[in-house]
């Protein structure tokens, strides 16, 4: 398997901006899971889903964020309108039931 | 909710010698502590994990030790080599479904 698969890897927008960043899953796994990566916040969890529902967005920051997950092979999250705090890494991570957890590369955000 | 202290913060060790990292958690529910290691520009790669049923589990190099009681478990890597180093992070399966992380901790093993 090819793991989990993030694109893209990196992304630089102007504050503003929409900015989608894009996921896919282990092929079979049931959960997944968006995380947000800082030097000051270390990893945090945005939003998890389960059979491509949403379960717990609690750590969704602000109404600027939103995630889908259309299918069990996709999921989206999106920020509109995007602001230089939100500069960070993005993780993708996706598990079977609901332990070991498998990260995917990430997607390096810088918003300017 | 849950809280999780990791230590330390960087530890450097020279090649061959052991390295312990430790993490304490706060909510006595937690039932699963799984270790990551991230190298630069990587997500971060489950290495080890263990249940709270269990003391300790060992893997090559790699162990980990629980103490429910105390709330606190660790991370220890034997015969370090340089490709050891990175940053590592300890993780509390919190509720149902949610991890908290540790800090983590940037080890740096001297060749």
């Known amino acids: 398997d090819a793991g989990v698969i993030q694109s893209p890897r990196h992304e630089v927008t102007e504050m503003g901006q929409e900015v989608t960043l894009r996921c896919k899953p282990i092929?079979?796994?049931?959960?997944l899971f968006w995380y947000r990566q800082t030097m000051m916040r270390g990893l945090e969890l945005l939003i998890y889903?389960?059979?491509?529902?949403?379960?717990?967005d609690s750590g969704m920051p602000e109404d600027r964020f939103s995630a889908k997950m259309p299918n069990a092979s996709f999921s989206t999250l999106k920020i509109q309108p995007s602001e230089p705090r939100d500069s960070a890494v993005y993780f993708c991570?996706?598990?079977?039931?609901?332990?070991?957890?498998?990260f995917g590369p990430g997607t390096r955000l810088t918003v300017t | 909710g849950e809280n999780v202290e990791q230590h330390p913060s960087t530890l450097s060790v020279q090649e061959g010698d052991s390295a312990v990292i430790k993490c304490t958690y706060s909510?006595?529910?937690?039932?699963?502590f799984p270790w990551y290691k991230q190298e630069l520009g990587k997500g971060p790669q489950l290495i080890i994990d263990?249940?709270?049923?269990?003391g300790e589990k060992k893997d090559q190099r790699i162990a980990v030790t629980l103490n429910k009681t105390a709330k606190h478990f660790s991370l220890h890597i034997t015969e370090t080599q340089p490709e050891d180093s990175a940053v590592y992070f300890c993780a509390v399966r919190s509720g149902t479904y949610k991890y908290i992380f540790g800090t983590g901790t940037r080890l740096k093993v001297l060749a």
């Open positions: 263990i249940r709270s049923n269990v």
């Open positions: 991570a996706s598990s079977l039931a609901t332990y070991e957890q498998y």
């Open positions: 092929s079979g796994h049931d959960y």
């Open positions: 909510d006595s529910a937690s039932n699963y």
């Open positions: 889903f389960n059979n491509n529902v949403p379960i717990d």
